[in-house]
């Protein structure tokens, strides 16, 4: 293994709640094979673990996984996880990092139901509260939010403004990101799309998204 992590650029993909990164199964695949990364789920309790405990995994499993380089996509609360895991253990190797629809500020959907027992430790730590977030990690990070308001948290929150159906635009802006790109689709669209692959990809070779030639998600 130790010697492919050389030969192939790492991406190491992290899901969302209530998810087990099975989902990310025609992401991945499409980043592996139509652009040769290396891609590894890496699977955490989104409900019953604390952010500590994802990240002390986290950094566990890249330990083992021993790349040269190291690239990163987050799902919604998986950009988080990433978040607190490059504040925590910042001595990783060099690589970029993909937020898709990650919400970056307090989550209106989150703050609606906050007292359902099934949202989760994470959610509640880190969304329940405003918080001033800014990317000061010396990597350079994307964020691609979703404009189809296809979900039921749109219902929940009742957005004013583009969403994905789920997480609203605004949301999902990080003081100190690299950049940012809008995208037509949902917020679990964004998992099986060949442009939201496309976009990523185009991040982590290049740090920046391909905003003269969109196509079609």
Request: charged content about 20%; overall charge positive; hydrophobic content about 40%.
């Amino acid at each position: 293994m130790k010697a492919e992590a050389y030969r192939f650029p790492t991406v190491v993909y992290v899901h969302g709640l209530w998810l087990n990164g099975q989902e990310s199964l025609v992401l991945r695949r499409r980043l592996e094979r139509e652009f040769g990364f290396r891609v590894h789920a890496f699977r955490y309790p989104s409900v019953s673990a604390t952010m500590a405990d994802v990240t002390a995994r986290l950094t566990a499993f890249v330990q083992q996984l021993a790349p040269s380089t190291l690239h990163f996509v987050g799902h919604s609360l998986g950009g988080l996880v990433i978040y607190r895991f490059f504040e925590r253990y910042p001595d990783q190797p060099p690589g970029r990092v993909v937020f898709l629809g990650t919400p970056s500020v307090a989550s209106r959907a989150a703050s609606n139901v906050a007292r359902l027992p099934w949202l989760g430790h994470c959610v509640k730590e880190e969304l329940l509260t405003r918080r001033e977030r800014s990317w000061a990690i010396p990597r350079e990070l994307g964020i691609i939010a979703g404009t189809r308001r296809v979900g039921l948290g749109q219902f929940i929150a009742r957005f004013d403004e583009d969403c994905d159906g789920t997480i609203a635009v605004s949301e999902t802006r990080l003081p100190g990101a690299t950049d940012h790109i809008t995208l037509p689709v949902s917020h679990t669209q964004m998992l099986v799309s060949r442009e939201v692959v496309r976009q990523a990809r185009n991040f982590i070779e290049h740090a920046c998204f391909d905003h003269t030639d969109l196509r079609a998600a």
